[in-house]
C-alpha cells in the first residue's frame, strides 16, 4: 500500500523549533522527488523545501536559513527541520513524493507557532 505519514506538527512559541517527518511505503522512495509543502486557512498550498534523489535542496526563500530538508533513503524517510519559526509558519504541512506524473502526498500535519 502506498502511503505518506506525516508526524511532528504541534505547538511551539515563536522562535522554536520542530522536526517533521514523513515515513514513507509501498513504492522505491529513494528514485522519487520528496518535499514539504504547507497551506494555511484562505492560501493556496506553497513548497517549503524539496529534496531530488541524489541530494539536492531548494527551498523557498520565506524559510532559507531556517528550514532543512534531509531523506534517509535506508529508512525511507524525509524530515524539515525547522528552527526560528514564526507565528506566520503556521499551517498544514504536507510530505509530498513526485516522480514524472506521479504525485503523492500524505495527511498532513499542523504546525502551530503562537505564544
Known amino acids: 500500500q502506498v502511503q505518506l505519514v506525516e508526524s511532528g506538527g504541534g505547538l511551539v512559541q515563536p522562535g522554536g523549533s520542530l522536526r517533521l517527518s514523513c515515513a514513507a511505503s509501498?513504492?522505491?522512495?529513494?528514485?522519487?522527488?520528496m518535499g514539504w509543502y504547507r497551506q494555511a486557512p484562505g492560501k493556496q498550498r506553497e513548497l517549503v523545501a524539496a529534496i531530488s534523489s541524489g541530494g539536492s535542496t531548494n527551498s523557498a526563500d520565506s524559510v532559507k536559513g531556517r528550514f532543512t530538508i534531509s531523506r534517509d533513503n535506508a529508512k525511507n524517510t524525509v524530515s524539515l527541520q525547522m528552527n526560528s519559526l514564526k507565528p506566520e509558519d503556521t499551517a498544514v504541512y504536507y510530505c509530498?513524493?513526485?516522480?514524472?506524473?506521479?504525485?503523492?502526498w500524505g495527511q498532513g500535519t499542523q504546525v502551530t507557532v503562537s505564544s
Open positions: 509501498g513504492f522505491i522512495f529513494s528514485i522519487y522527488f
Open positions: 509530498n513524493a513526485r516522480l514524472g506524473p506521479v504525485s503523492l
